[in-house]
């Protein structure tokens, strides 16, 4: 009995390495009952029980008198910015209702798929152990001094700058040691804009961004963005021009949620403008490390010649998300952004600084960082197969170029945080598009942490999802047919 089970997994795990290979294409018919029976030397039965099986993991479909064929795959997003799209600069309201989701969320027992968080088990947590006791027998001044009128530790600021040189210089006095890549970007926006003022986001873009500016009594201003070169410059060189925004606020590698990289051209010709126009652009650089092009992107950062750029990051996403250690290279707003640091928290941990350091000094931070890009890529690819296979094929996924996230774009009657509450009641947490837009945008929209290891909890939960999704399209179509205007019958 068990040898038969593994004879007919082992054939469906072989299919699914084909089709996930690409050498059975999506729409291609697979061979034959018969033909592979012969091939594999196996019953007949065994080979149907395995197709069975790819049927069930979504990946084939039955077609009566024709055989099995490769399911299509979920289409990729289509090109969002359009620079026509553009909607008025709007005050930020999605604090309750992110409140409200992440308080859903923490369900006990719930599978996560809403945080971009990098999973546990790909972390360094034993060469960490060791840094941490190496550094704490090393420098034990670390544990007692106070860092308040010195914020930086010299060695986390010389590493900062050594990671940097390949795309250029950093100056080290504009280096300011922050607790994470938010409080960076916390201190980047307050430094460079007031209370009323236009901050231009990517649309969609990430939740926090939307609180910091909510928190602060700004507007924010939803450029168009392409799930593939991320912001329209073409429609942010027109707010500029016409005088409607006060700073920037961007995630131009990988974006969260699209994964998209702005073209090095494109970031040049945004550095250009920034400088024409006197705006700055607080850039959060935080998935630099997490992209998965073999050529590491650049920041906007390194074509920024006149210091309007303030680059903020951390290494929450590759090292530890817990060490809460980030900076920012603040440019020509150094005095301010220091100023706000040490208003804020008055310095950095100095301990963690410095073990952070010498973690990236070293290899092991290269060889990290090349084990969760592998890993991360496969793991994006697997989800991304799961949703091709069981949501609707009206749905569109994103094809992130870094991150841990992807995006899925529902037919526009789906509504993304019915579809989380349904989810939560069936213990699957996931982030619905609402919380990515000020304007109310992406409610047919929903994000998807990929970055644990594929298991069969995950795939049921993704199953699950696309099954919510079948259903509340069905109910929509069904409730139409009932809404339909009835003929009215005159009676004299
Ligand atoms: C775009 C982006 N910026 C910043 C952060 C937070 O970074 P940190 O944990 O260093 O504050 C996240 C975390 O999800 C993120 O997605």
């Given at each position: 009995?068990s040898?038969?089970?593994?004879?007919?997994?082992?054939?469906?795990d072989?299919?699914?390495?084909?089709?996930?290979?690409?050498v059975?294409?999506?729409?291609?018919?697979?061979?034959?009952?018969r033909?592979l029976?012969?091939?594999?030397?196996?019953?007949?039965?065994?080979v149907m029980?395995?197709?069975?099986l790819?049927?069930?993991?979504?990946l084939?479909?039955a077609?009566p008198?024709a055989?099995y064929y490769?399911?299509?795959?979920?289409?990729?997003?289509?090109?969002?910015?359009?620079?026509?799209?553009?909607?008025?600069?709007?005050?930020v309201?999605?604090?309750?209702?992110?409140?409200?989701?992440?308080?859903?969320?923490?369900t006990?027992?719930?599978?996560?798929?809403?945080?971009?968080?990098?999973?546990d088990?790909l972390?360094?947590?034993?060469r960490?152990q060791?840094?941490?006791?190496a550094v704490?027998?090393?420098s034990?001044?670390?544990?007692?001094?106070?860092?308040?009128?010195?914020?930086?530790?010299?060695?986390?600021?010389?590493?900062v700058?050594?990671?940097?040189?390949d795309?250029?210089?950093?100056?080290p006095?504009?280096?300011?040691?922050t607790?994470?890549?938010?409080?960076a970007?916390?201190?980047?926006?307050?430094?460079?804009?007031?209370p009323?003022?236009?901050v231009?986001i990517?649309s969609?873009?990430?939740?926090v961004?939307?609180?910091?500016?909510e928190?602060?009594?700004?507007k924010?201003l939803?450029?168009?963005?392409?799930?593939?070169?991320?912001?329209?410059?073409d429609?942010?060189?027109?707010?500029m021009?016409?005088?409607?925004?006060?700073?920037?606020?961007?995630v131009?590698?990988?974006?969260?949620?699209l994964?998209?990289?702005?073209?090095?051209?494109?970031?040049?010709r945004?550095?250009?403008?920034?400088?024409?126009?006197?705006?700055?652009?607080?850039?959060?650089?935080v998935y630099?490390?997490?992209?998965?092009?073999?050529d590491?992107?650049?920041?906007v950062?390194?074509?920024?010649?006149?210091?309007?750029?303030?680059?903020?990051?951390?290494?929450?996403?590759?090292?530890?998300?817990?060490?809460?250690?980030?900076?920012?290279?603040?440019?020509?707003?150094?005095?301010?952004?220091?100023?706000?640091?040490?208003v804020?928290?008055?310095?950095?941990?100095?301990?963690?600084?410095?073990?952070l350091?010498?973690?990236?000094?070293?290899?092991?931070?290269?060889?990290?960082?090349?084990?969760?890009?592998?890993?991360v890529?496969q793991?994006?690819?697997?989800?991304s197969?799961?949703?091709?296979a069981?949501?609707?094929?009206?749905c569109?996924?994103?094809?992130?170029?870094?991150?841990f996230?992807?995006?899925?774009q529902m037919?526009?009657?789906?509504?993304?945080?019915?579809?989380?509450?349904q989810?939560?009641?069936?213990?699957?947490?996931?982030?619905?598009?609402?919380?990515f837009?000020?304007?109310g945008?992406f409610?047919?929209?929903?994000r998807?942490n990929?970055g644990?290891a594929w298991?069969?909890?995950i795939?049921?939960?993704v199953r699950?999802i696309?099954?919510?999704v079948h259903?509340?399209l069905?109910?929509?179509i069904?409730?139409?047919?009932?809404e339909?205007p009835?003929v009215?019958?005159?009676?004299?």
């Amino acid at each position: 009995m068990s040898a038969q089970t593994n004879l007919y997994e082992h054939l469906a795990d072989e299919l699914a390495a084909l089709i996930a290979s690409r050498v059975f294409a999506p729409g291609d018919r697979l061979p034959s009952i018969r033909h592979l029976a012969q091939q594999k030397r196996l019953s007949i039965s065994t080979v149907m029980q395995a197709l069975r099986l790819l049927e069930d993991r979504g990946l084939v479909n039955a077609k009566p008198q024709a055989g099995y064929y490769v399911r299509p795959r979920a289409r990729g997003l289509v090109s969002l910015a359009d620079a026509q799209d553009m909607k008025e600069p709007t005050y930020v309201g999605i604090n309750n209702l992110l409140m409200e989701v992440l308080r859903a969320m923490k369900t006990p027992g719930a599978l996560q798929l809403g945080l971009s968080w990098p999973p546990d088990e790909l972390l360094p947590v034993k060469r960490m152990q060791q840094v941490m006791s190496a550094v704490a027998r090393r420098s034990p001044e670390l544990l007692t001094r106070e860092g308040c009128f010195d914020t930086n530790e010299p060695n986390f600021v010389r590493q900062v700058i050594r990671r940097a040189v390949d795309w250029g210089r950093i100056n080290p006095q504009e280096i300011i040691a922050t607790n994470s890549c938010t409080e960076a970007l916390s201190l980047g926006l307050r430094a460079v804009a007031k209370p009323g003022d236009t901050v231009a986001i990517e649309s969609p873009t990430y939740f926090v961004l939307l609180q910091l500016i909510e928190s602060l009594g700004m507007k924010a201003l939803e450029i168009p963005t392409d799930p593939k070169t991320g912001i329209s410059v073409d429609a942010l060189e027109l707010a500029m021009r016409e005088g409607l925004v006060q700073a920037c606020l961007l995630v131009p590698n990988a974006n969260n949620p699209l994964g998209c990289i702005m073209p090095e051209a494109n970031k040049k010709r945004l550095a250009g403008l920034l400088t024409q126009y006197d705006v700055p652009l607080v850039e959060d650089d935080v998935y630099r490390d997490m992209c998965f092009p073999s050529d590491r992107p650049w920041p906007v950062k390194a074509y920024d010649r006149s210091g309007h750029v303030l680059l903020c990051s951390s290494f929450s996403k590759v090292v530890s998300p817990s060490a809460r250690v980030g900076y920012i290279v603040a440019g020509r707003y150094t005095e301010q952004v220091a100023y706000l640091k040490n208003v804020s928290s008055g310095g950095t941990n100095h301990f963690t600084q410095a073990v952070l350091a010498d973690f990236i000094g070293s290899s092991s931070y290269d060889s990290q960082v090349r084990k969760m890009r592998r890993a991360v890529t496969q793991r994006v690819a697997r989800m991304s197969d799961a949703v091709s296979a069981f949501f609707p094929d009206e749905c569109s996924v994103s094809s992130p170029q870094g991150g841990f996230v992807l995006w899925v774009q529902m037919p526009d009657e789906v509504d993304a945080l019915a579809l989380h509450r349904q989810a939560i009641e069936k213990g699957i947490a996931f982030m619905p598009g609402q919380l990515f837009s000020a304007s109310g945008k992406f409610g047919n929209c929903i994000r998807l942490n990929c970055g644990n290891a594929w298991s069969t909890e995950i795939e049921r939960a993704v199953r699950t999802i696309g099954e919510l999704v079948h259903q509340q399209l069905d109910q929509g179509i069904l409730r139409a047919a009932r809404e339909r205007p009835r003929v009215i019958e005159f009676t004299r």
